[in-house]
Structures are given as C-alpha cells and as structure tokens.
C-alpha cells in the first residue's frame, strides 16, 4: 500500500507574528548588550580623587539615582571620545561609589575634567520594541488587504468571458473581402440566409445547424470568414480564444464557457467564434493518470451548453482549428458542430483574386499581370500573399517610387520564398563559378525532362535564407495529381546541381543539403505514401499526422519492412541521380556556354535560359 505524502499544512499569519516577536525580543535582550556594555572595573573613592589631582581622569558621569560615579581615565595623554555612540562602546570604565563630597564639582572644574554621558544610554523602548513590531503589523496589514481586494476582483471577475463583442457589422467585413475560398463562403451563405428569414426555413421544419467548424492550415482566412458571416447578418459577433478559458483554477474555465453561452443568448440572433478550438477541445483521454483537470471541466461545460441552447434562436457557434484530428468525437457529432468547412489553400484563381483584393489598399503602376504572380506562389495562403504585397509596397518606398510595379512584385515572391538579396556577401569567384554550375545543373536537367515544370528564373546572388543561389521553376496551370514520372523527374532535378559539380570539379560540396533532403523526402512519399514503389506496390506503410501543420508523418510497418523501405529510397535517389548526371554529360557544352553567361549576368530569366537553350 502507499502511503500519501502529506505535505506540511500553510501555517497562519499569527505564527510568523509569533516568530517575529520571538526575534525582536532576542535582539534586544541578547543581542543588543553584547555591544552597549564595557568593561568595568570598581576604584576606591579616595584613590578617584588621587587620579582627579593628578590629571589622570578625562570624563565624569555622576549618577545619583545608583548613588555612584562612572569615569573615564585618560590614554597616552589622548582623551576618549566625548560620547560613545551605542555601538561605538568605551573599551574600559571605572566606578566608584558616591559618598557626598561637597568639594567634588570643584574639583572636577579645577582639573577640567569633563562632565558628560559616559554609559551609553539603552535604546528606548519605543525604538527597539514598539516601532518594529508596529511597523510589522501595518505591513502585515496593507499586504492582507492587498490580497483580499485581488481575490475579490477575481471573484467579481470569476466567470466572466473576455469575449470581444462587435454590435451588428462593426466587423468591417464582408463576403466581399473573402477571396479565393468560394466553397467556404458558399457553405456560410446558408447560414446568413437562415439569420436574414428564419421563418422560412421554420416553416418547413428545418433547422439551423447549431456549429460550423471551420478547418484548415494557418493563414487561409478562417477567422476573415467568421467575421465577413457576422457582417453579412448584421447581428453581433462573439469573438474569443480557446486560450482564453483556460484558467489556473479549477471551474473557471467552465464559468467562462456559461458565461459566453448567457450573453449569446441575451443577445440572439447573434454568431459566437471561438478561434482555435483546440486548445480546449482535444480528446480526453486519462492515459492512466485519471483526474479530472481545468481544460476537462471547460469542454464538459461547452459539450452541455451547446446541447441546451435552443438553435432556433438564431444563435451560431462558428470555431476554427488547425488540428480537426485532435478535437473530441462528441465535440464534432451531429447536434454540435453539425457542419466542417474547409478552408483549404487557394488555387491558382483562388490566389488571383487574394491578389487583386489586398492590392486595393496599395497604389499599383499599371499594367500588372497579377496571374504571372500567382502561378509563381503556388502554395502560398491568403496570409502569404498579403504580405507579399506589402514587400512590394515597402521595397517600392525604400527605391523612392510613390507606386509598386510587377517588379517590386517579383522581387517580392523571392524575398518571400528565399529571403532578401545579401548585397554584401563576399563569394570567392572559385566559389560563384561552384554556384553557378550547381544552378543551371539544375536548369538543364529540369529542361531536358518532358514532365517538368518550365525555369522561371536562375540566380547566384546570395539570399539571407542561406541560398548561394536558387533555380525557379513555375507550372504553367494548376496540377492537382503528380505522376510516378513527374515525380521521379523533380527527384532527378534536385539531384541536377550536385551531379554537375561532379562532372565539372570532380568533387562535391554542401551546397546540395537542401537538395538532398528535398529530393529523399520525395522519394520516400513515393514508396510509403504514393504506392509508386515497384516492391510494395499499393501498400500504405506510413500515416500523416497533423496535416495542416507540416504533415509529419509515421511509419506503421515492422523494422524489417522499414530496412526495405530504406533500400528502396536509395535506389529511387541513385536512379534519378544517374539520370541527371547522362543528361548533364550529353549536353556539357551547353552546361558551359549557360553557367558562363550566368556568371556574367548573375541573374536570368527563364526566356533568356531558353533562347541559349535553342540556339545550342
């Protein structure tokens, strides 16, 4: 059996009173006399007056109420201080008992002898005692009191929801300023209609559905959504973080979530958005250490209070997550969250229409051709692409221009993707003429494949990511799927630079680490994902996990079975690698004539790399 370890129980504030006192009087009944006493030593009273006569006293403290005499004799014909101060003690006094001597101050006054306060005078009672102990309890007190108005702020504030409301359309959005997620939109359309006519779809039965999760990766305009669906209805809007009901004490996340609930009911018709869901909503599973914690309480309390609210009130819960695969089965079943809307990453229409939106609050020097832009970001969410018009409106500041133009934009996609110019690199020329081979080894192997994305453009100037230089290359449309050859050809390109640094230096250099893990990353897709491996055939030998936040992935196959995956990687890489090093040896002159002229220009376009291309 085991035993609880109890811990030693929170002692009062009259304890540490107690302790407190204890020190105090130690300090002034033990402490304090070890410094403020000297040395004594009793002298007969006719002997003092011999040493009167001589010279020999300096000081004299006639104390009649102990009916004695305290002097101070004199050293090396040096006096001793006036007044020893409570620390500063005499190192020796003498006594001598009173016996009513007439003629003592006479004599005193005739050996000018000094009168004065030998003995240094105990600390009053008041200073020593007193004064501390009150000072103690006033601080004692104004802590208490301290404490007692934060802890009832708290349970003033207990419960309540931080929720940001916006009365009617102060959200400033609309389905106007969604771009590129039309399928959204059309999906939360419903919605508005049913918070527009209620009556219609009451009348013949159907109900509104009580949640709307919106999924997706970050930066897609999830949270854009929710608003623009508030601005549409032109009812209020609850807006809050799952964060935000996550307390240090038990319950009251849960008062939050009741709370919210109360103020969307008073409010009704109205939409509450609860941005990633979660942090609260996530499966709730013991893992043998039972209990029953904060975040528990809170999504108990979100389970019971959207199972309770009357749907036909006109009352929304929109919620957003990046992790759908995390949330709770009872948070997703019908009569919660009966809808999930994806938001996924635009198209290449999609990303057009972001452009033209977010390029409306910039000045732009026409003509722009936003569709070359978006065929260059393939990939790149409604977030991305907004900051991609901002660097090009502040490069555009920086050069002095009052408007951005398509090249601010195109310097832009590669800030973006590469990272900015380094203007004062210092690359050795051995090392430029490395780069430059490495890049159009790339270029010429991407060029001489059929199913292959066309150059867009090759440089050498260094980037602040680390690039020595890049290779772009852009699909001409958009592809949805990827053949076993298309797939192979981009593992033969990646391998392009490092195969012509073989043929050209005879040896290698880091310059390829991106390469590698780009090229053995797909190729691993290839054999535990894609089924495009000749030995396993349509075998699933991993799964991905969070796959709108990097998609990491796991094996689900024996050590064994991995070993051959292992072999199988390899021997994909070697392939796509001797390939790119035939292609490179049957075409090494114009492996020559376009790394030189590369080195020359240090950037070219994808038209110029083809006309070099043509004329061989």
């Known amino acids: 059996m085991i035993k609880k370890n109890n811990k030693n129980p929170k002692r009062s504030l009259f304890y540490y009173y107690g302790v407190a006192l204890l020190i105090i009087f130690a300090l002034n009944f033990l402490v304090l006399p070890m410094f ?24 004299v403290e006639i104390q009649n109420e102990k009916n004695q005499i305290v002097f101070l004799t004199k050293e090396d014909g040096k006096e001793t201080p006036k007044k020893p101060s409570l620390f500063d003690k005499p190192q020796k006094v003498y006594v001598t008992s009173s016996v009513g001597d ?5 004599r005193l006054l005739d050996s000018k002898v000094k009168f004065s306060a ?12 007193i004064v501390p102990i009150a000072a103690m309890l006033l601080l004692g007190w104004l802590l208490t009191r301290s404490m007692q108005k934060k802890m009832a702020g708290n349970v003033m504030s207990f419960g309540k929801s931080n929720a940001k409301v916006y009365v009617e359309a102060q959200t400033g959005k609309t389905f106007a300023d969604v771009a590129g997620q039309d399928e959204a939109k059309e999906a939360l359309t419903e919605i508005v209609d049913f918070l527009h006519n209620p009556d219609k ?31 549409e209805a032109h009812v209020p809007f609850f807006s809050i973080s799952g964060s935000e009901f996550v307390e240090m004490f038990v319950g009251m996340g849960a008062a939050k979530v009741r709370d919210l609930f109360k103020q969307a009911n008073e409010k009704a018709p109205c939409i509450v958005f609860i941005d990633e869901i979660d942090t609260i909503g996530k499966k709730r599973e013991t893992g043998g250490m039972g209990g029953n914690d904060e975040r528990e309480q809170t999504l108990n309390q979100l389970l019971a209070e959207m199972d309770g609210f009357d749907g036909r009130k006109g009352v929304v819960i929109l919620a957003a997550t990046n992790r759908p695969e995390s949330l709770d089965p009872a948070l997703l079943r019908p009569g919660r969250f009966d809808r999930r809307i994806p938001v996924e990453l635009p198209d290449l229409k999609g990303r057009e229409a972001i452009l033209k939106v977010h390029a409306k609050a910039v000045i732009m020097q026409q003509p722009i051709d936003f569709n070359a832009i978006a065929c260059a970001t393939a990939g790149a969410s409604g977030a991305e692409l907004e900051n991609i018009i901002n660097e090009a409106a502040l490069r555009a500041v920086r050069l002095g221009r009052s408007a951005l133009n398509q090249s601010d934009l195109e310097e832009s996609v590669e800030t973006v993707i590469a990272g900015a110019q380094r203007k004062n690199a210092v690359i050795s020329q051995k090392e430029k003429e490395i780069v430059a081979y490495h890049e159009i080894g790339h270029a010429l192997v991407a060029a001489k494949q059929s199913d292959s994305a066309p150059v867009h453009k090759i440089t050498i100037i260094p980037r602040t990511s680390g690039a020595l230089g890049y290779t772009m290359q852009v699909e001409e449309g958009e592809h949805m799927l990827m053949s076993r050859d298309e797939a192979f050809n981009k593992i033969a390109t990646f391998t392009g630079g490092r195969a012509a640094e073989e043929l050209i230096f005879g040896s290698v250099t880091t310059g390829a680490a991106n390469d ?27 799964t991905v996990q969070n796959a709108y936040l990097g998609g990491d992935a796991s094996l689900t196959c024996s050590a064994e079975t991995a070993a051959q995956i292992d072999r199988e990687v390899v021997s994909l890489v070697k392939e796509a690698h001797t390939k790119a090093v035939s292609i490179l040896k049957e075409n090494l002159d114009l492996l020559h004539k376009l790394s030189h002229h590369l080195l020359e220009q240090e950037t070219i376009t994808g038209e110029q790399f083809m006309a070099i291309l043509r004329e061989g």
Do not use: C, H
């Open 516 to 542: 590698i893990e780009q090229a053995t990353k797909l190729a691993r897709a290839m054999v535990t994902r894609y089924g495009m491996s000749r030995e396993f055939d349509m075998v699933a030998l991993e």
């Open 118 to 129: 030998i003995w240094p005078e105990p600390p009053s009672l008041l200073w020593t005692t």
């Open 201 to 231: 779809y009451a009348s013949i039965g159907a109900k509104l559905p009580k949640g709307a999760l919106l999924v997706g990766p970050p930066g897609t305009g999830k949270t854009l959504l929710a608003k623009a669906v508030a601005g």
């Open 36 to 59: 403020t006493t000297p040395e004594t030593e009793s002298v007969p009273y006719n002997e003092f007056v011999d040493m009167i006569a001589n010279g020999e006293v300096s000081q």
């Open 102 to 106: 007439p003629d003592l101050v006479q």
